[in-house]
C-alpha cells in the first residue's frame, strides 16, 4: 500500500510504500513507536480476520458450560497477561508528546475488564445451579434406566442393591478420573 501521507515540499502524495499493517511510510511516522504498535495491532487483527473466515462456527447446545468455558479462557488469558506483565521493567515508555502505557498493561486491564464481565453474568445467570440441576436430571435419567433393566431382568432386592452399589462405585471412579 502506498504511504497516505503529503510530500510538504511538492504536495503530492508520499510515492513511498507505507509500513505493514499502517498508512505511512517510515519518513512520515511509520518509525514512530505507537505507529509500529498500532501497525503490528492492525496485522494482527487482519491475520484473525483471515483465520476466523476459514474457521466452522458449531451451534451452542450448551450455553452454560459454554460460558463457564469461556470464563476460564479469559481468567487463563488474563493471568499470561499478569505474568508477562511481571516480567516488564516498566509499564511505560516516553512518547514524542506523552508517557505511553504498555500495550501488556492495556491489553491486562482490557482482560479484568471481560473476566468481569462474564463472571458477572454467570452469577446473575446463576449457572452453578443450574448446571447441577442438569446433572441431576441425567443422574435421573441413569438411574431410571438402571432399575428398567434390573426389572426386565427380574433381579430381586438383593440383587438390586448390589447392582446399584456397583453402578455408583464405577459412576464415582468415572467422576474422580474426570477431575
Not at 83 to 110: A, F, H, P
Not at 138 to 159: K, T
Amino acid at each position: 500500500m502506498q504511504c497516505t501521507a503529503t510530500v510538504r515540499s511538492t504536495g503530492q502524495q508520499c510515492r513511498k510504500s507505507a509500513i505493514a499493517g499502517a498508512q505511512v511510510c517510515r519518513s512520515h511516522g511509520g518509525a514512530a513507536r505507537q505507529v509500529k504498535a498500532a501497525a503490528a495491532r492492525n496485522m494482527l487483527e487482519q491475520q484473525a480476520r483471515q483465520l476466523w473466515a476459514k474457521t466452522v462456527h458449531a451451534p451452542v447446545n450448551d450455553p452454560l458450560s459454554e460460558l463457564a468455558k469461556l470464563a476460564g479462557e479469559v481468567l487463563a488469558w488474563k493471568q499470561l497477561l499478569k505474568d508477562k506483565i511481571g516480567e516488564l521493567t516498566t509499564v511505560g515508555y516516553r512518547g514524542m508528546t506523552s508517557e505511553q502505557i504498555k500495550s501488556e498493561v492495556v491489553l491486562y486491564n482490557t482482560a479484568v475488564s471481560q473476566l468481569t464481565t462474564v463472571l458477572t453474568g454467570i452469577a446473575k445467570l446463576n449457572i452453578d445451579s443450574r448446571l447441577a440441576a442438569i446433572s441431576e436430571k441425567q443422574a435421573a435419567v441413569v438411574i431410571a434406566a438402571l432399575e428398567a433393566g434390573l426389572d426386565a431382568a427380574g433381579i430381586d432386592h438383593s440383587g438390586r442393591f448390589r447392582a446399584r452399589q456397583a453402578a455408583a462405585r464405577h459412576l464415582e471412579l468415572v467422576r474422580s478420573e474426570a477431575s
